[in-house]
């Protein structure tokens, strides 16, 4: 989908036709991009950059807060339009998903016409615009969806695949970094034809397995299939915060917020995790990671929180920036944990806990689906809760479409 978040507010708001919008966080809270309009990309605004930044390139840029209950609720129209054609579809995010069409070819036709068919059910149904890439690998496909956007059609037949591959440069290759291409860059490779040219194995001797990779890709070589059972590898969240925070309770009190938020979705998600990754970036920019793996899956807040903890209890003492958890090495929670060899007939005392602290949090969830995330919360985390409201009405009323018309007219605030 071309620029997505901005194009969901742009359709519902065509009084902002023309104009620079962007989706993210305000500018006085170390706010990111999140996406960028196009008419906003002229002016050197993109996704990830900071708000502030992208103000003093774009005073008159439109900004937005994200909604995203709305952008998945237009992503699933997308990806339902996708299932109509074919079976095998491997979502990468919201906006952005890989079809195989090849069993759908005798009842929709060739590539070529179920992209077009798909572009046109797309705007039909939902008014927003997608660009389309076919090509007989993933790799190439992604490639091909980028070439011409915004509005986007690129069909890279088998015979065209030198003649695109061989002007870019080598960061186009899907798993060329930052890194990997300062160091292609010192060998005198820039673009994919120089990397192309030199032996797969010269490049394996530089890089390892990666090596062979990228080596393969650079000859338009994907083996991998679409898999519509794509696993995710992780989950996590993290906050830049407005201003460094030093109080040590503060920070445990956040971490333990993060936590719970964490294990609510991979509860709602169906899945738990065996390894919680800390992150830290203090207020220098330096950023420390740590991890730690636990004997068995878990998705509960209280478990996550503790080893976030006993990490970051164990990190230098300093004034941070932002602060995150991350759970990954995750797992169906229908698969079965595997009990400890020598345990007796009788469950532990532990295990008893661990039992009722599970039935505690499937109760609590149905509370919060009914009555909302903020039905229940931890007693620790009470003020936070409180505060989140106001801040959010707070960013409702501050909102364009909460603005009252010249008129005084209540109901436009409302």
């Known amino acids: 989908m071309d620029a997505f978040y901005a194009s969901v507010e742009l359709r519902d708001r065509p009084e902002l036709a023309g104009k620079p919008v ?15 309009s196009y008419k906003a990309r002229e002016f050197g605004v993109f996704s990830a950059m900071p708000t502030a930044q992208a103000l003093r390139l774009c005073p008159e840029l439109v900004l937005l807060p994200a909604d995203f209950d709305k952008y998945t609720t237009a992503s699933q129209q997308i990806m339902s339009i996708f299932q109509r054609y074919t079976p095998l579809v491997e979502p990468l995010s919201l906006d952005e998903a890989f079809l195989d069409v090849e069993g759908s070819q005798r009842l929709f036709g060739d590539a070529e016409a179920i992209g077009h068919k798909i572009k046109s059910d797309i705007l039909k149904e939902t008014g927003l615009v997608a ?3 076919i090509a007989s690998s993933k790799f190439l496909a992604k490639l091909a969806s980028g070439l011409d956007k915004p509005d986007g059609f690129r069909v890279i037949q088998p015979d065209e695949v030198r003649g695109v591959l061989d002007p870019l440069p080598v960061s186009k290759i899907f798993g060329v970094g930052e890194r990997t291409a300062k160091r ?5 490779v820039t673009t994919v034809s120089q990397l192309a040219s030199r032996t797969r194995e010269e490049v394996m001797r530089e ?3 990666s090596g062979a990779w990228i080596h393969d890709l650079a000859h338009g070589i994907d083996p991998r299939r679409v898999n519509p059972r794509r696993e995710e590898k ?14 040590h309770e503060e920070l445990r009190l956040l971490l333990y917020e993060f936590c719970e938020e964490v294990s609510h979705e991979l509860r709602h998600r169906g899945l738990r995790g065996r390894t919680i990754t800390l992150k830290a970036r203090y207020w220098n920019f330096k950023t420390l990671t740590r991890s730690k793996s636990v004997d068995l899956p878990v998705n509960l807040g209280k478990r996550i929180y503790a080893v976030a903890r006993e990490l970051f209890d164990k990190l230098p003492v300093g004034p941070l920036r932002l602060i995150g958890v991350q759970l990954s090495n995750l797992s169906d929670v229908r698969e079965p944990a ?4 020598f345990g007796g007939l009788e469950p532990a005392t532990g295990e008893v806990a661990e039992q009722k602290l599970e039935k505690a949090t499937v109760a609590l969830d149905k509370l919060r689906a009914r009555f909302g995330a903020n039905a229940v919360v931890p007693a620790s985390l009470l003020s936070r809760a409180s505060l989140r409201v106001r801040e959010r009405e707070g960013e409702r009323l501050a909102s364009p479409d909460a603005v009252a018309d010249e008129s005084g007219d209540k109901n436009a605030a409302e």
């Open 338 to 341: 595997q009990a400890s060899l």
């Open 234 to 247: 992780s989950h996590g969240l993290e906050r830049t915060f407005e201003k460094d925070i030093t109080d």
């Open 184 to 188: 292609l860059e010192s060998l005198g």
């Open 22 to 36: 962007a989706v993210g966080g305000r500018a006085d809270k170390r706010g990111v991009i999140a996406a960028a």
């Open 131 to 133: 660009s389309i890439g």
């Open 207 to 209: 890089f390892g397995a």
